[in-house]
């Protein structure tokens, strides 16, 4: 990974093949999102950088009837934050495909697809 | 703290689709402001203005064209941006200000004007208030955001929509008594439950207006509005607080540290506790945000919020009457003015001005006010002096 890509870059880059980059501090250990500057824990600025698999079970979402621009072209989708399997945080996509509530239960599992320039990190649904 | 600090004026235009420019909004409630604390624009020492969308309606740098526009150009002037909270955030650093000694005599005014650029596009402009490369840019809109946080609490606490539906009822009664409300109309659950989806689980009745309009405060030294004569509310407590940008960073999605790290601060320095508050303005942008502020805010246990409104404790002659003006979601939501709105409504409740919507015997009140998803808020306390 290029540390002198910029965080945005790099988070994408590794969106693009399904994965969620990550922090790991030097210091004390803890893991965060890649565009941390500064650790949560011990605010400290050593890291390494580590991937997880972009797998994980939603928490929560939500179907929007009225999109922001850039989002008008798509019929339904859902904006998701999820839990992610290996990691200890949450993050948050775009789910296109998905009309009602009972589409996405609480608990269900998705995987980054990749990295949209119009449409953010692209989540799609497993298990159908 | 070198003084004590007092509101001693208010002012505020009525919130809705207006059609007067941003600029003529901030005059009209700073007018109203200096005029009811009864002193003139040559005993303003500065301005502090909250505006988030200014660009909108062709105008940054507005603080210098309003002080301008005042005929007092030469005083310092200041604009503040914290999305949703601006008013809020703004109160307080004129009450930092004030309170430190700097000045005897400040004007706070908060404005915003949106209604003019349409849905799609005030959607748009609002995401911007996310933080963007994780929830707008990934297609969240702030009803999304907000609907999120309630389907994590309606699925954590076994609430139900139509929990979330009495918050809207209860706030479109007040409002229907505030002349000044954007939506003045009495709604049932059938309303709510029966209006559009906006975002799910929330629908059109959930979610407050997209409003244009402004007010103002003056705020003083005790010294300065004692030297003046007329009615003052003191300003007893004052906190604010942060919480991290985006909702997926939070370790817990049904609660706002913010609210909590601010209404702490405020409770202390006031020395009192959540049952000495006689009523409070909050930060009701959707209903589920009045839940769980009146939660965080220490009024109710965690997880029992939904039923207050059900059981009438938070109506206006209830236990702890929570937004006796309408609140956000009829009041209105001109995002810059919102927070100084809040002690708008409390200046009038104190000083005998607030007509029938008046809360009896009402002593301490609270005004809590938040940006975005609650990334920062601001909690005041009040006295009646």
Known sequence: ?128 | MVNNVCVLGAGSTKYGKLSQSIIELGLDAAKGAIDSAGITPKDIQAGYISNVFGVADKQVHMAPVLMSNLGIPHIPGLTIESACGSGSVMFREAYANVAAGFYDCVLAVGVEKVTHTGTTLSTTLFSYCSDFFYEGGNGASFPGLFASIARAYLTKYKATEEDLAYVAIKNHENGLLNPKAHIRKSITVDDVMNSPVVASPLKVYDCCPFSDGASAVILCTEEFAKKVGNNYVKVIGSGRGGSPAAVQSREDITTIPSTIIAANQAYKMAGVTPKDIDFAEVHDCFTIAEIIDIEDLGFFKKGTGGMAAREGITKRTGEIPINPSGGLKSKGHPIGATGIGQVVEVFEQFTGEAGDRSVKDAEIALTHNFGATGASAAVHIFQKA
Request: with cysteine; charged share 25%.
């Open chain 1, 1 to 128: 990974m290029d540390k002198n890509s910029s965080t945005h870059e790099r988070f994408i880059q590794t969106a693009k093949s399904g994965k969620i980059l990550a922090n790991k501090c030097k210091n004390c250990g803890k893991v965060m999102l890649e565009t941390m500057y500064y650790c949560s824990g011990c605010s400290k600025s050593d890291f390494e950088f580590v991937e997880f698999p972009g797998i994980g079970t939603v928490v929560t979402h939500t179907i929007q009837s009225v999109a922001p621009e850039g989002f008008e072209d798509i019929n339904s989708y859902a904006w998701v934050v999820f839990k992610l399997r290996d990691a200890p945080f949450s993050a948050s996509g775009f789910l296109p495909g998905i009309k009602a509530p009972a589409d996405l239960p609480i608990g269900s599992t998705v995987k980054v697809k990749g990295y949209d320039a119009k449409h953010g990190l692209t989540l799609e649904k497993q298990g159908d």
